[in-house]
């Protein structure tokens, strides 16, 4: 009777908020589970590898496991990932170990070889490699400066655009009207103060449903925020051309960009407009699809 624990795959996506495992075995998956991210310390690579090994443990109490990759959130630099490789080599001594940026988990879960990955959900970044194989990444500055086209990046550039508008003598349009009411301030001057008493990604994030909510009011407004970070987004794609990266496809994830149309459509409208030779691709299954592809992947090189 074959030995149905082992040779056993495992593949992860640790992403901001959650942590999806799947391990598979002869093309069946044997098992999926998504927990909290919360304890994941990606600049400390003991602690990152105890997380990652703990949960393959109680998920997969008695698997032989002969190859692991990990998509990581927080792992931005081949230095970062190669830290972490070989932590988890240390303690899966047995098993074949890859660590990549979660971001990159992208391209192989859409079943391609090479492209882009482009995410804009609670944060935003592009992230390739080049024709060397080195890791490129483009954007993922953070809430408070970056992640333009991310759920707090949008809601913060409505803010300076209500500002501006304010600035310039206009009244209030749908736009700045819907982020006064949602802040309980009544001038378009008192946003800025409401905002930093609520700062961070999850607190500004949840608002970005009004810049589209007044897009689809008429704000035009609105539309200006989501066409600059439509545009902020395709230059990441176009940034990656500049830096020896092949940009013919380009796989497309996140809450806000798959789940809202009007960006989604402004993002693949510009990028054909300056890289024609992109196809833009939606990430229609779990990014943890592309962990395990790489794990496979591992087994057969």
Not at 102 to 110: G, K, M, Y
Not at 166 to 184: F, H, I, K, N, V
Not at 289 to 292: D, E, H, R, S
């Given at each position: 009777m074959p030995d149905l624990f082992s040779g056993?795959?495992?593949?992860?996506?640790?992403?901001?908020?959650?942590?999806?495992?799947?391990?598979?075995?002869?093309?069946?998956?044997?098992?999926?589970?998504?927990?909290?991210s919360e304890g994941w310390r990606p600049a400390d690579a003991a602690s990152a590898a105890a997380f990652l090994t703990d949960l393959i443990a109680t998920t997969l109490p008695d698997a032989a496991v002969d190859a692991v990759a990990v998509g990581a959130h927080g792992c931005d630099s081949s230095r970062a990932c190669d830290a972490l490789a070989t932590e988890l080599v240390r303690r899966l001594p047995a098993a074949k170990c890859?660590?990549?940026?979660?971001?990159?988990?992208?391209?192989?879960?859409?079943?391609l070889a090479a492209g882009v990955g482009v995410v804009a959900g609670t944060g935003s970044v592009a992230v390739a490699r080049d024709r060397r194989g080195e890791p490129v990444f483009m954007g993922g500055w953070g809430w408070l400066i970056g992640d333009e086209g991310s759920a707090p990046g949008l809601l913060r550039e409505a803010v300076r655009a209500?500002?501006?508008?304010?600035?310039?003598?206009?009244?209030?349009?749908?736009?700045?009207?819907?982020?006064?009411?949602?802040?309980?301030?009544?001038e378009v001057a008192d946003l800025p103060e409401a905002m930093a008493g609520e700062a961070g990604a999850a607190s500004w994030?949840?608002?970005?449903?009004?810049?589209?909510?007044?897009?689809?009011?008429?704000?035009?407004?609105?539309?200006?925020?989501?066409?600059?970070?439509?545009?902020?987004?395709?230059?990441?794609?176009?940034?990656?051309?500049?830096r020896d990266v092949d940009v013919d496809d380009v796989v497309v994830a996140g809450g806000v960009i798959l789940n809202q149309p009007s960006l989604f459509d402004a993002f693949a409208r510009k990028l054909a407009a300056v890289a024609p030779v992109s196809t833009v691709h939606r990430l229609t299954v779990d990014p943890v699809?592309?962990?395990?592809r790489l794990a496979e992947c591992l087994v057969a090189s």
């Open positions: 056993v795959r495992v593949g992860i996506d640790v992403g901001g908020t959650k942590t999806h495992l799947r391990a598979v075995r002869g093309g069946q998956v044997l098992a999926d589970r998504v927990v909290s890859l660590v990549r940026n979660d971001a990159e988990l992208l391209v192989p879960a859409c079943g209500s500002m501006a508008a304010r600035d310039r003598g206009e009244p209030p349009d749908l736009l700045a009207t819907a982020l006064m009411g949602s802040y309980g301030v009544g994030g949840r608002r970005a449903e009004l810049v589209f909510e007044a897009l689809h009011g008429g704000s035009a407004l609105a539309r200006a925020v989501v066409d600059d970070a439509a545009d902020a987004l395709a230059s990441l794609v176009t940034g990656m051309a500049g699809v592309g962990a395990v």
